[in-house]
């Protein structure tokens, strides 16, 4: 968010719906294609507000969360339940409430995205029992949209509402809601498919991802599925019993299933069968019990809350089951926002029955003593968040294997200054995953802070060494040409020149052709032109300085554009060619007549001819 100059400069308001949620157009070819227009909308209207203060941004979140919590209360009375028994009602509501898994969406301020949407899902849910005619289909639809927009999952509201909406109607046998419910699920249904069309048509590409973000997708074909449904069934417990939570599951934080034999897999198998026959017993219930009287007056029916649980846990879930297409990674607890609405509907309902059933000076302590240890994990966790190096350490403790937690400690302590600290999570992230680009990378510039040029030239080569993993991924010739230059600067400063032109030449031939790598390849020829000019080549490096004048100019790089024109200029004095030095003088000074550096350079040029 700090970075996104969406938030946080004055660009155009067309451009939020024009970028992705970080601020990258979303034809770039780096762009990671998620795009939440009015998340971005709402962050920047408080910084214009607060600037970059964190509590405002903190209280807009916990707001909204307030409003979802009650929203979904209202759901449970209003859409779910036949039978809105205050106390199952309260049940379910407090359990939303007290969730740990929601932790990552309300305390991380990017994830309030999730919370966002989850508003306006959830008016769009309230609003399908009621909808008829073009009206409330129209209603219905703008809140999906809307809730989309804050977070892609949130168009998922349709098909949940039109879901419950016919089990409600299936349940309650009445054949004009039943017709009713089809009709209204098949125009949701059109609706849900061209936002769907028309979303897709945004993306220019799809982001692809590697084997470290999200490794399940990655796993041999013939195990892929059974990685997957393991997956599923770890985001299930991360809802059930959220005892360990983590900011990142990625990289080796879940071991791959690697045969299908093994008891993860067993038990993967057995939960989908188990889920199967409950779902199957559910809708049995739905079509073959018909409660008495009217609504909220009859007797609820099990299976409909079932079902409807199910739909609220399962359908959001969906764009994150890498179904369609692979996500960027492979567990996310923020993701798990509206699906917990589904467990917690599940939960209460069946919580309720029981302590019914218990005796009655126990069902109070029973109940209190479940939601005291919600809270208290809720407590705990969000204390997690505070700072990076409790966040970060919390995730090391839940996930020892996951190297790029180490990493994000690691960059953390480096920019702290803790250079030991630093290289000892660096070091233990590549004793994880010793082909991982990143913590190559990052050791370069750590020995770079050093002056340890030698350390840090090999872990530069290092890095190179791993790139075509990365190659494949987003833009791998915009690492590549990095990589180059850093090498290049290296070497410089080892005293090295020839070795250093040849990596900077490797630069320029690795960013040429591509807009997205403007930047590397404007800093290659700068590059370029500051080793000749320290070689007294001073001809060549005028014109590697114009070279680098004339991309950055092309690309709207202003101010590289002038530092390189400067450059120019001065390697120009430099080589004696004065004519051409002031021609570019007087070209600076037409277009800015007060420029101090301009004058500055012009006198010293009549100070040269006149000697």
């Known amino acids: 968010m700090v970075e996104n100059p969406d938030v946080v400069k004055a660009t155009p308001l067309a451009d939020l719906f024009r970028n992705d949620f970080w601020g990258t157009p979303l ?69 939303f409430a007290l969730h740990p898994v929601h932790c990552e969406a309300v305390a991380s301020v990017v994830g309030g995205a999730e919370v966002f949407a989850s508003v306006f899902f959830f008016l769009s849910v309230l609003a399908s029992p009621a909808a008829a005619g073009v009206g409330g289909l129209a209603r219905c639809c703008a809140y999906a949209v809307v809730a989309m927009l804050f977070k892609e999952q949130g168009i998922m509201a349709l098909p949940v509402g039109a879901a419950v909406r016919l089990l409600r109607a299936a349940a309650g046998g009445r054949r004009a809601e039943v017709v009713a419910g089809v009709k209204y699920a098949a125009a949701a249904a059109a609706v849900f498919l061209a936002v769907l069309a028309c979303r897709v048509g945004l993306a220019r590409h799809f982001p692809t991802w590697t084997r470290h973000e999200n490794p399940a997708a990655f796993a041999p074909d013939g195990l892929r599925a059974w990685n997957h449904l393991y997956i599923y069934l770890f985001n299930l417990r991360l809802l059930i019993l959220p005892a360990t939570l983590s900011c990142d599951w990625g990289m080796g934080s879940i071991p791959l299933i690697s045969r299908a034999s093994e008891p993860r897999a067993l038990a993967s198998a057995l939960a989908l069968l188990l889920a199967a026959a409950v779902a199957a017993l559910s809708l049995a219930a739905v079509c073959g019990r018909r409660p008495e009287g009217r609504r909220g007056k009859g007797k609820e029916n099990l299976g409909c809350v079932l079902l409807a649980g199910v739909c609220f846990a399962v359908l ?53 003593f479940l939601l005291a240890l919600l809270a208290a994990r809720t407590v705990a966790r969000n204390r997690a968040w505070r700072s990076a190096e409790s966040l970060f350490g919390a995730a090391i403790a839940a996930a020892p294997r996951n190297e790029k937690v180490y990493a994000m400690l ?33 050791l370069g510039v750590l020995y770079q802070q050093r002056g340890a040029l030698d350390a840090s030239l090999a872990a530069f080569r290092g890095a190179l060494a791993t790139g075509p993993e990365f190659s494949a991924t987003i833009n791998g010739r915009v690492f590549a040409a990095h990589l180059h230059n850093k090498i290049g600067d290296v070497q410089s400063r080892m005293g090295r020149p020839d070795a250093a032109l040849e990596s900077f030449d490797a630069a320029v031939a690795a960013a040429a052709g591509d807009a997205a790598q403007a930047a590397e390849l404007v800093l290659g020829h700068a590059n370029r032109g500051a080793v000749l000019g320290g070689l007294g080549r001073w001809g060549k490096s005028a014109g590697a300085h114009e070279a680098a004048y004339k991309v950055a100019g092309a690309h709207g790089l202003h101010g590289r554009a002038l530092e390189a024109l400067f450059a120019a200029i001065e390697a120009l004095v430099a080589a004696g060619r004065h004519a051409a030095a002031r021609e570019r003088i007087e070209a600076v000074l037409r277009a800015d007549p007060r420029n101090a550096r301009s004058r500055a350079l012009e006198g010293r040029l009549l100070r040269l001819a006149d000697g």
């Open 27 to 95: 034809a770039s070819p780096v762009s990671h294609q998620s795009y939440r227009p009015l998340t971005v909308l709402a962050f920047r209207a408080v910084f214009r507000l607060g600037g970059l203060r964190p509590e405002p941004f903190h209280a807009v979140v916990w707001a909204a969360y307030a409003v979802s919590c009650a929203l979904f209360v209202r759901v449970c009375r209003r859409v779910v339940f036949a039978d809105p028994a205050p106390g199952r009602l309260l049940l379910c509501g407090l359990l």
């Open 316 to 368: 959001p879930f969906l764009p994150s089951m890498n179904l369609l297409v692979v996500v960027g990674f492979a567990v996310a607890e923020r993701v798990l926002f509206l699906p917990s609405a589904g467990l917690c509907i599940i939960a209460g309902t069946l919580l309720h029955r029981l302590a019914g059933r218990a005796p009655r000076h126990a069902k109070l302590p029973l109940v209190t």
């Open 410 to 442: 690691g960059d953390k302590h480096m920019k702290d200054g803790a250079l030991d600290r630093a290289e000892g999570l660096f070091k233990a992230a590549l004793a994880l995953e010793p082909g991982d680009f990143k913590m190559h990378y990052s």
